[in-house]
């Protein structure tokens, strides 16, 4: 017991010394404040992603996710937000360079390990648009046993049975 104490002590001391040097506290409240910064960006481009029927919401939406996968590589919704914008990016252009933007960003979103089953839906939604119908399914099936509540899974099922006639 008395060994614990001490180690708890030592730790809040340590703690306490570690930001009473003003270097480290600059370095920590800058951390702070570029994550808080991150996930404001990422939060604008999902909510513009959101509403992408919207004039210049696209657009808008694109240079936000790659400023936040800029500043955090690894962050794999923003890999998958921007897979979607690109996807959205080619259904109002009808320029294929998108579609390969697209995948690739969803094929590093998924590298991350994450599992988001966004970026299933929207592989899905580009399967069912090239009318590869099983791969779409696969991918819809797989994004439905990741999250079986996300509406977009239903949404984007329905699509492909539209196009395969089964209504």
Partial sequence: ?????WIGAAA???SLAI?????????LQLDLWQATSMHADYLKAQSLLEHYYQPHNLENSIPLFLKNIQREPKFAPAWAGLG???WR???DT????YIQLAKNACARAEELGQNLAFVHVTLGMIDTDAGRNDLATQELEHAHNLDATNP??????????RKQGRT
């Fill in 19 to 27: 930001l009473a040097v003003p270097a480290v506290r600059n370095r």
């Fill in 94 to 97: 009808r320029d294929s360079t």
């Fill in 84 to 86: 979607r914008a690109y």
């Fill in 12 to 14: 809040v001391v340590l």
């Fill in 152 to 161: 977009e899974v239903y949404a984007a099922q329905a699509d492909l049975y």
């Fill in 89 to 91: 990016r080619y259904q």
């Fill in 1 to 5: 017991r008395r060994s614990r104490w």
